[in-house]
């Protein structure tokens, strides 16, 4: 029963972690095109400080706390001998990577010190997409 409740937590976290992973790069398509100092980019810069702190960062550490959990269940070494977990892992420090990115990206923007364009973060916008994607068939399917 502890394994179908870590498991169902591990899954809401990675919902909230992702719904977030897929908006905050969106918010960055549109507060790209805004002049700085505009009341809009000044709501632009709360709203994303707020996604990223309140909802991103908590459901990506929550994610983390939960697989992990996920895996000791299961037992370390049984998991670490599936190569679809091994690709699995290297997706997932891929997402870490991205978030890391954003994180960076949303700083640039609270200090008006953004050069990317908006076609850049429309771009960056379907990384995590792709991201999970992999993620979800490696972790159900287990193709190896």
């Keep these: 029963m502890e394994y179908l409740w870590v498991k169902a937590l591990h899954i809401i976290s990675i919902i909230a972690w992702m719904a977030g992973m897929l908006y905050l790069p969106r918010l960055y398509v549109y507060h ?3 002049a700085v100092g505009s009341e809009a980019s000044e709501l ?3 709203m994303e400080r707020r996604l990223l702190r ?3 960062n908590p459901a990506m550490i929550a ?3 939960f697989g992990i959990w996920l895996v000791t269940i299961v037992g370390f070494h049984s998991i670490m001998a599936e190569g679809w977990f091994h690709a699995k892992l290297t997706l997932l420090v891929l997402m870490q990577i ?3 990115l954003l994180a960076r990206y949303r700083r640039n923007f609270a ?3 953004n050069t990317k364009s908006a076609k850049f973060y429309r771009i960056l916008n379907e990384v995590p997409t792709v991201l999970m994607i992999g993620i979800v068939i490696l972790a159900v399917v287990k193709p190896f």
């Design 32 to 34: 790209a095109s805004l």
């Design 44 to 46: 632009f810069k709360t």
């Design 54 to 56: 309140y909802i991103i």
């Design 63 to 65: 994610t983390w706390v």
């Design 98 to 100: 991205t978030h890391a």
């Design 111 to 113: 200090n008006d010190r």
